[in-house]
């Protein structure tokens, strides 16, 4: 390496061999600069302080010796002796000198890069790289610190010491005690580089796996208005992209889940040099705007998962990254700003299956709700803290103990002594890429995040349960309530000759599901993704002007918020609920049931008490395909149609089924059909398979001539016994005499499967009776039948029944 420079270097001349001179940010950042620019991703340049040179500046202001002995006069386990002797540390640095050598380097590397882009004095951003920092096993984020839009050279020499002696905050210090690194061995690098006018536009994070689940085929992007400081921190709550990348590559829209944030805040460059940033407010209109559009979303997953690609291979094995972008407002350009290792995921051991569940979560008891980070459950003493410093002066964070749950209306890197503390970590702001995600993953303690309310509704001393292991929203309960985990190893489970599949309800653990040994989804309920992600009754979004109902108008213009229509709305929220169930088994089978709600679970829906009738008993009413082809519901019911088309088509998730249920007559699937192929779904056209519900004693009785107008069947075992016995499941006074196993159950499920196989059609069932009753599996196993899916807890106990008497492998699909 030829350089005239003794303490800087350009970052194109430095790569990952270069970590022990540049740091892990400066190395990466050269490394994609060298071979990745060449690819057309687009990296801002700059140059790098050496560690030579915060080496020489300690040396020069003979501050080592001072150094160890503060450090060594810190007990670790003290809060209050850890801030004392870190504040003392950073003073010392900050107070130093820079050789006139070295100062005099700078400006002349500071002069040139601002000549590169045409400018007197040019503004950067100055970031710690630390040589501990963005490692494979260790990521060190955000333990130093960074400064934006620092203009001038008296400025940069400025935020140069102050990077200089954030490698000794309380964070850092700590954090390297509990990794095991010699403070002396950690040697700092600062990069400075070019700003990207992320103020005039928007910026975020970017992952190339789910950070919850660990899922490795998309790409998670947050993003918000202005420049990343405030994401990071948890202040604004992002718009949310999802990108499936093995549609990247294909002629489809990979983007598969869009949420709109509430980017209420944006930081911005400050007005004078004494104020570097400053925070706005975001007007209403742009915070119902996405703040990339479709374009920039693609392309920045495609420049994630080229930057993936490239580290796996010079790793040599998987490398997931963490990447940091911004859209220059200026130019509209995206840019790539940093990029380090995934330090959670790509350690975890992937031949095990940990599952933690409440054994008896009472819905009542739910006092707060957020987004919920990690799938764990932990109990504790609710511990109130406002700041490190005390709350109205009356409480230090050394009151805080080992095991309680930390409430706080957001945390950042200051705050970590306090969180490995912590049994669970509960904030009022954040989303999932905030600092207290991070650290709460990396730790590996549960957290709910972007609670609102936390710090109002918690209280001092409470006792309390924190649940990430429902899905995506976490709930804090009251009490401590009792809670088991299992642990499964997959490498024990055993090789069965009948594929099973798995019922998902909910596309926020679809990806979490999916490493369960499965054949694909048997089941997939509409109702779940209509009930929680649209809210909706599908009539009342369609004609809610023509009702009068000013409280029922307002809370679907608040719903619908980034959609040009509610039409838009539904279609689009329900293809992402379907899309993500699908990618995540993708490219096993689907089976996606259109939606099967009753009249009186309809009308619980936001505007449904306009539209539903009054039954007597609406479990065999109007319900299933009765309504799909009624002039009531068709309209609605053209909207799944919709829906499922652009998932197939647009998104190319051609691996979804659909299925039909409650259709009584072949008469009705007709009629069915001919709704379908109004709104463009045609059975058989690009590969669409239908399956019909069997479930009512009609389906069996006549499966000979429904055959001839299906792929498959799927047997709905509850709806089939309550028939078939002429029972309302739902009554306790019948109770005792509601079984699948009963032999006029059995006798019809052994009907089916004959016919079936006669005509070559797929037959199936989906329930927790194989799960439940051993001798039911064996049954349906004896009887031929194609495959089994259960719920996701029931896999592994449904794997051992039918493992005892199997040889051969679970197939691929169905």
């Known amino acids: 390496m030829q350089t005239s420079y003794q303490f800087t270097i350009g970052l194109n001349e430095v790569g990952m061999e270069h970590l022990d001179l540049v740091g892990g940010k400066n190395a990466s950042l050269g490394e994609m600069i060298r071979n990745l620019t060449p690819r057309g991703i687009a990296v801002p340049d700059g140059f790098a302080i050496t560690v030579t040179a915060y080496r020489a500046y300690l040396q020069h202001n003979n501050l080592e010796a001072k150094i160890h002995e503060i450090i060594s006069s810190i007990d670790m386990s003290n809060l209050i002796s850890l801030r004392k002797g870190g504040t003392q540390l950073r003073q010392l640095i900050r107070n130093g000198r820079f050789p006139q050598a070295m100062e005099d380097e700078i400006k002349t590397r500071y002069a040139a890069l601002s000549r590169q882009y045409d400018q007197d004095a040019t503004d950067v951003a100055v970031r710690s790289s630390a040589t501990a920092e963005d490692l494979p096993d260790t990521s060190f984020a955000g333990q130093q610190e960074t400064y934006l839009n620092v203009r001038g050279p008296e400025g940069l020499l400025e935020s140069i010491r102050n990077c200089f002696a954030s490698l000794f905050t309380d964070r850092a210090i700590s954090y390297r005690v509990d990794f095991n690194f010699n403070h002396f061995d950690v040697g700092l690098s600062v990069c400075i580089q070019k700003m990207v006018r992320a103020d005039l536009a928007s910026s975020g994070v970017a992952f190339s796996l789910d950070t919850e689940s660990g899922f490795r085929d998309v790409v998670v992007i947050n993003g918000s208005y202005g420049l990343g400081e405030l994401l990071v921190q948890g202040a604004v709550s992002p718009d949310e992209y999802i990108v499936f990348k093995p549609a990247l590559e294909k002629d489809f829209e990979p983007i598969i889940e869009k949420k709109l944030g509430r980017k209420d805040q944006k930081m911005v460059y400050g007005d004078d040099p004494g104020q570097l940033t400053k925070v706005l407010n975001v007007q209403r209109e742009a915070r119902d705007r996405f703040c990339l559009n479709d374009r920039q979303v693609l392309r920045l997953a495609e420049w994630v998962s080229i930057i993936e690609k490239y580290y796996s291979e010079k790793r040599g094995s998987w490398c997931p990254m963490d990447i940091e972008w911004a859209v220059d407002g200026l130019s509209n350009r995206l840019f790539i700003v ?52 005390g709350r109205d002066g009356s409480r230090d964070g050394i009151e805080f103990q080992a095991g309680d749950i930390l409430v706080t209306d957001m945390t950042d890197p200051d705050w970590e002594p306090i969180m490995k503390k912590a049994a669970a970590i509960v904030t009022n702001r954040g989303s999932r890429t905030c600092h207290a995600a991070i650290v709460a993953r990396e730790l590996g303690v549960p957290a709910i995040v972007g609670c609102l309310d936390a710090t109002s509704i918690l209280r001092d001393g409470m006792a309390v349960t924190v649940s990430c292991c429902e899905g995506d929203v976490g709930f804090v309960y009251q009490g401590e309530l009792p809670f088991e985990k299992a642990e499964t190893s997959l490498k024990d489970l055993p090789n069965v000759s009948t594929p099973i599949m798995l019922n998902v309800a909910s596309p926020e653990l679809a990806f979490k599901f999916s490493g369960i040994p499965n054949a694909g989804v048997g089941l997939a309920r509409e109702e779940f993704i209509i ?210 196993r009963n032999d006029a159950v059995k006798r019809m499920i052994s009907m089916l499967i004959k016919t079936a196989k006669k005509h070559g059609v797929k037959v199936g069932i989906c329930g927790q009776g194989p799960s439940d009753f051993p001798d039911f599996a064996e049954f349906l196993v004896k009887e031929g039948i194609d495959s089994i899916s259960v719920t996701p807890d029931s896999v592994l106990k449904t794997l051992r029944v039918l493992g005892k008497n199997s040889k051969k492998a679970v197939p691929e699909a169905v």
């Open 531 to 740: 009930n929680n992600y649209i809210q909706v009754h599908p009539l009342a979004l369609l004609q809610h002007r023509e009702l009068n109902d000013a409280g029922l108008t307002e809370r679907i213009k608040e719903l619908t918020r980034g959609y040009e229509s509610e039409e838009a709305f539904f279609v689009h929220k329900l293809s992402y609920g379907i899309a993500k169930i699908a990618s995540a088994f993708y490219p096993n089978r689907v089976i996606v049931r259109f939606s099967d709600f009753k009249s009186n679970e309809y009308e619980n829906l936001l505007g449904g008490k306009y539209f539903e009738p009054k039954e007597e008993n609406p479990m065999i009413g109007w319900r299933g395909a009765s309504r799909y082809y009624s002039e009531e519901y068709q309209r609605a019911f053209g909207l799944e149609c919709k829906a499922i088309k652009r998932v197939r088509e647009q998104m190319g998730l051609t691996n979804v089924v659909v299925m039909i249920p409650f259709c009584r007559t072949v008469s009705e699937l007709l009629k069915v059909y001919s709704v379908m192929e109004s709104y463009g779904l045609k059975r058989g056209e690009d590969g669409l398979e239908v399956y019909l519900m069997a479930e009512i004693p009609s389906n069996i009785l006549m499966a000979d001539e429904f055959s001839q107008h299906i792929d498959g069947f799927s047997i709905g075992s509850n709806d089939l016994t309550q028939l078939t016995l002429g029972l309302d499941r739902d009554s306790a006074l019948v109770a005792e005499l509601y079984d699948e």
């Open 338 to 389: 940093q990029a380090r290792p995934e330090t959670i995921h790509s350690q975890r051991e992937r031949d095990k299956f940990v599952e933690y569940t409440i054994t008896k979560p009472a819905p009542q008891d739910r006092i707060v709700r957020g987004i919920a980070v990690g799938d764990k459950i932990a109990s504790g003493k609710v511990v109130i803290m406002y700041s490190l410093d």
